[in-house]
């Protein structure tokens, strides 16, 4: 539907010549105005600064009639500096995170967590690893498997991938890989913990990873065979590990998964994995409480 523009502004551009106008800022010093809201005393102001035409000496006593100026009725004090948390603000870390902002967090989480006597237990990788893997651009996945053999993953006992695919966060867990792949093995296994269990993206992405593991296993100059590493177990949790409640927390639940599994693994085997993997593992408070001192520390800006 068009509308019509009233005939007051179709013929303004009509108008040659404009009133004199005039500066009036007599009834106050100059930096108070900027105290003034909707009052005549803040068009005065506005008056000695705009470049749009002014108003005329007539038009101004007209308007102080209509916006009398209230300020030295109402009662007043200086602004507190008291500065109040608001409760409901939402941690940087409960929100979505892209890779960059992930990894930040990650290595100050490492730098507070993996102390000197874990260090030979625990390495993570690139997060951008697996989505790189994936590529179809050759010079992409070469090197992929550079960074791969420089660091030597596998020989470490646990080794954290995120994985971030159709914009949403995974951990993948590779647990005692240095381990030769034997019928005595009990001990190598991988877990996969995902907080959105809805997008069954362990059952999509199963394939993949394992080879993504054979191909590790070639560029670290390993033999095992392809139906080794078919047969290794691929462990997610039957009992759901807690769950992310709204579509943007999956990033912040793959971090919080990393510390409490530092906390929980030397206790860990293939055996009594569910006995700490489940459920109540633990809480959204523990998880809010985790992200609130993360964002307190100071230590992400």
């Known amino acids: ?49 705009d470049s749009k035409p002014k108003l005329t000496k007539e038009e101004f006593e007209i308007f102080k009639l209509t916006a009398p100026c209230f300020y030295e009725q109402c009662p007043r004090r200086e602004r507190s500096k008291r500065r109040i948390k608001c409760k409901y603000l939402v941690p940087k870390l409960r929100k979505k ?14 730098k507070k967590d993996v102390l000197d006597e874990k260090k030979n237990s625990f390495v993570y990788v690139d997060c951008l690893w697996f989505s790189m893997y994936k590529s179809e651009n050759e010079r992409v996945r070469s090197s992929v498997f550079e960074s791969v053999k420089a660091k030597e993953i596998f020989s470490k006992e646990y080794v954290f991938l995120p994985i ?45 990873i394992r080879k993504f ?30 769950q992310q409640t709204n579509d943007v927390e999956c990033g912040s639940f793959v971090l ?4 409490r599994f530092i906390e929980k693994a030397y206790g860990f085997n293939v055996d009594n994995y569910a006995f700490f993997l489940k459920e109540d593992w633990f809480s959204h408070k523990d998880l809010e409480e985790f992200c609130n001192t993360f964002e307190s520390s100071g230590a992400i800006r």
């Open 97 to 110: 995170l892209n890779s960059n902002i992930f990894i930040n967090y990650l290595e100050v989480l490492w």
């Open 256 to 259: 919080y998964y990393i510390h």
């Open 164 to 208: 971030v695919y159709w914009s949403h966060w995974t951990l993948l867990i590779f647990c005692n890989f240095g381990e030769d792949l034997d019928d005595d093995n009990e001990k190598t296994c991988m877990l996969f913990l995902d907080s959105l269990k809805t997008t069954e993206s362990a059952q999509r992405l199963e394939p993949d």
């Open 1 to 49: 539907m068009s509308r019509r523009r009233s005939n007051r502004v179709r013929n303004t551009k009509a108008v040659t010549a404009s009133p004199p106008s005039v500066t009036i800022i007599e009834d106050c010093e100059e930096d108070e105005y900027e105290n003034h809201r909707s009052c005549w005393k803040h068009i005065a102001y506005l008056n000695t600064r």
């Open 213 to 242: 593991v054979l191909d590790i296993f070639r560029i670290e100059g390993r033999s095992e065979d392809s139906s080794l590493v078919d047969d290794i177990p691929f462990h997610v949790p039957d009992f759901q590990v807690p």
